[in-house]
């Protein structure tokens, strides 16, 4: 096994390697999977560990080696399975994955082992993905308490940023967002109800893609609402991203979302196109920077100037009412959905001892309060247990309104009224600083028009604010995927954006 210093050296400096760059040196035998494999699992040990760890990692699977070396095996043997051949990725522990168990961070769900592979994952394996473990995540994927702390769980403690350890990855997908910017893998899987792939991309300083909710299954993936949940990639490039969406893609008989899936599902990688910018209107969500400060202003300004002078005409877009009975709305909707949803998915498990329904989670996390909810409690788990089992009058009602507010009367009127392609804002603010047990200290997003309507939301790196990243959001119509990816893999060239973190 080579030294972590030669290793280094073959990959130019893995940091910023992408998928291509390693598919390409695997290809030409400069390096094999098993020490790929062997880097990122001697490079998490050095990182990821410890009181000060990172603790992006939930679990690891004991198999990667060995797979990485069938793998290999394969290779030399002239056979390869897809663009992902060798490379090891990390999957949000709300995914399942055949070798280890799903948690979402719970104890309840510690011996949680399906040995299944949700739909997407077994897509990655097809396309010769090494899976390297499972990503830590803000527990039940931050829906059981307000005061809930982005990327902590009983199961996996707290993540952290790696460009200031004190301060928040974000969430829900905080290890998948943590890992991929230490480079503790090549890519990962996130999850999104509202924010949880795109917050954790911008705060660490990453492409991350919440497609058109449908676009990819939600089969075997612990839910929170089956209106506004959708798994996609948090990766170091938009291109990254578009090859992983590619492979992901397409309908699932057990997802009714998916039906229009296939005819949207195309090679995403090869549409998008440098030249995307020129002559594309864009419209600029002013009222989604109230809450940012002077410095992550100026740093959108200068976002602005070289949309600009890539050819892109800015259209300024400054008022748009009704977000609070949007939030209020999504609120209604998503206790509803929460409890119907996961009691559903828990009487799929086949562990006996497991809890088969929210109430029963609850009564868990009640009699285990000592490491369950040692910094919060589980306020909305109780609201969504309260909350009627029939479609009733008030929730369809919500559901109908915020439909309207976000996708016909919200995104789909902004732009044609104002004529543009898509949508563009600051994602989010720099990462806040931790303060757990005092909920989160969220300054303000751009992410819940695209969650509530199913719509697609991008967000790039888009330079440093204070030493921190920042990200800029590109949102869409429903299924203007592949628009969204190229019209940000556009802007992602204009300069070098992302900044990787310092070694320790």
Not at 90 to 99: G, Q, R, W, Y
Request: glycine fraction near 8%.
């Amino acid at each position: 096994m080579p030294h972590l210093a030669l290793l280094i050296a073959s990959l130019g400096g893995p940091i910023n390697a992408d998928l291509s760059t390693l598919n390409s040196s695997l290809a030409q035998g400069k390096l094999s999977s098993v020490e790929l494999t062997q880097f990122y699992i001697e490079r998490a040990d050095e990182l990821d560990t410890g009181l000060q760890g990172l603790r992006s990692i939930l679990a690891r699977n004991p198999g990667a080696l060995d797979e990485a070396q069938r793998l290999d095996d394969l290779r030399a043997e002239g056979t390869t399975l897809g663009p992902l051949h060798g490379i090891p990725i990390l999957i949000k522990d709300n995914v399942e994955t055949m070798e280890l168990p799903t948690t979402a961070g719970s104890l309840s769900l510690q011996d949680n082992r399906t040995r299944r592979d949700a739909p997407i994952v077994a897509r990655l394996r097809s396309a010769g993905a090494i899976i390297l473990g499972k990503s830590n995540l803000s527990e039940w994927a931050n829906i059981r308490s307000p005061q809930s702390t982005s990327g902590w769980s009983a199961i996996g403690g707290l993540t952290r940023n790696p460009y200031d350890r004190d301060r928040s990855a974000c969430g829900s997908s905080s290890g998948s967002g943590a890992a991929v910017a230490a480079d503790l893998a090549a890519a990962a899987i996130g999850t999104e109800t509202d924010g949880s792939i795109t917050c954790p991309a911008a705060m660490n300083g990453l492409v991350g893609f919440k497609p058109t909710v449908g676009l990819l299954p939600r089969t075997h993936i612990v839910p929170i609402s089956n209106s506004q949940d959708t798994p996609g990639p948090m990766t170091r490039t938009v291109r990254d991203a578009a090859i992983m969406m590619t492979i992901m893609a397409g309908s699932d008989s057990a997802d009714d979302a998916t039906k229009q899936a296939d005819a949207h599902s195309v090679d995403f990688a090869s549409q998008l196109d440098t030249e995307s910018l020129k002559g594309a209107r864009l419209g600029i969500l002013w009222f989604h920077t109230d809450w940012c400060t002077g410095p992550q202003l100026s740093a959108f300004e200068r976002n602005l100037e070289a949309l600009r002078q890539a050819g892109a005409e800015l259209v300024d877009i400054r008022t748009f009412s009704g977000m609070e009975e949007i939030h209020n709305d999504e609120l209604k909707v998503l206790l509803h959905e929460l409890k119907r949803d996961m009691n559903a998915y828990l009487h799929t498990l086949p562990d006996d001892d497991g809890p088969k329904s929210i109430e029963e989670v609850i009564a868990f996390n009640s009699s285990n309060a000592d490491r369950e909810m040692p910094y919060f409690g589980q306020e909305f788990f109780e609201m969504a247990a309260a909350t009627s089992d029939a479609d009733d009058a008030a929730y369809r009602l919500a559901r109908k309104r915020n439909l309207e507010a976000t996708g016909l009367n919200g995104i789909d009127r902004l732009m044609a009224d104002n004529n543009v392609i898509a949508l563009i804002a600051p994602t989010t603010g720099p990462a806040f600083e931790i303060t757990l047990g005092s909920g989160d200290q969220f300054a303000g997003s751009a992410t819940t028009l695209p969650a509530v309507s199913g719509y697609p939301h991008l967000t790039v790196p888009a330079g440093m604010v204070n030493g921190l990243p920042v990200g800029l959001s590109f949102i869409g119509s429903a299924w203007s995927d592949a628009r969204i990816l190229s019209l940000g893999y556009a802007f992602e060239q204009l300069d070098q954006w992302r900044r990787p973190p310092h070694a320790p």
